[in-house]
């Protein structure tokens, strides 16, 4: 089983990293970006690329979509890639945000949706969609299947996480994101440009968040970035046995 893994920067992808200590990693260039390839255990299945996407939605699925691109046009093993083929599952990962009181600093959280919470329009009557303009999509559903596996054997919480362009930073955005996202449990800035690119190539997403922060006002004295890396390489030390026992053919139940 061939997985991605789409971080935002090198200091998450090295937390991923870090769960498959003392494997050892091998690098390969691809267009625009350098992948990182590990497995658990190591010579085993999973086979995991990491991949530091960039910030924002717009790099990560740019970044995401080249990785899926050469992934699926390079099946040589003597390639300039290393020995590839396709991904059976893209899974964007990192710290986020957390919604007080669902999603504690230090905590897990698996989207078992993830929105676009600010893809749309201002009106005279409040946000609106973009999908109530007629176009596109807001929301990409991991598998359900997959989702309760992993959930089990990490401890995530599961619910909605949002992806957002500025990272909220006052009590009331986090109350509007709440009225209109009842079951979000997380913010982050990526997974929704993750979750389109790998859409587009037909491949099953994941995104696994660990909280850093609560979502609201800006307060550094409360951020444990350190915490929410350590509980990011706790969860990718587990997900080999829920991954192995999955099929990948299940894309929605």
Not at 23 to 52: N, Q, W
Not at 59 to 68: E, P
Request: proline share 9%; glycine share 12%.
């Amino acid at each position: 089983m061939r997985v991605l893994v789409a971080t935002a920067v090198l200091v998450e992808r090295d937390a991923v990293a870090a769960a498959f200590a003392p494997s050892p990693a091998r690098e390969y260039a691809i267009p625009g970006a350098t992948l990182s390839r590990v497995a658990s255990p190591p010579g085993g299945s999973p086979v995991f690329d990491l991949l530091a996407a960039g910030v924002g939605p717009a790099s990560a699925a740019a970044s995401t979509a080249a990785a899926l691109t050469a992934a699926a046009l390079t099946d040589n093993p003597d390639g300039p890639y290393g020995p590839y083929g396709p991904y059976d599952l893209v899974v964007s990962a990192g710290i986020g945000g957390g919604f007080q009181p669902g999603a504690p600093v230090g905590s897990l959280v698996l989207a078992d949706e993830i929105t676009a919470a600010d893809l749309g329009a201002e009106t005279a009557d409040g946000f609106v969609p973009v999908t109530e303009l007629g176009f596109g999509a807001v929301t990409h559903r991991p598998p359900q299947s997959l989702v309760r596996a992993v959930a089990a054997v990490t401890g995530a919480r599961t619910g909605a996480v949002l992806t957002v362009n500025t990272v909220t930073g006052s009590a009331d955005r986090a109350a509007e994101l709440r009225r209109c996202h009842p079951r979000a449990l997380a913010e982050a800035m990526e997974g929704f440009g993750v979750a389109e690119a790998a859409t587009a190539h037909g491949v099953p997403v994941l995104e696994i968040r660990a909280v850093s922060n609560p979502v609201g006002p800006r307060d550094r004295a409360a951020w444990r970035i350190g915490d929410a890396l350590a509980a990011l390489t706790g969860a990718f030390g587990k997900l080999a046995p829920a991954l192995e026992s999955w099929n990948p053919h299940d894309r929605t139940q």
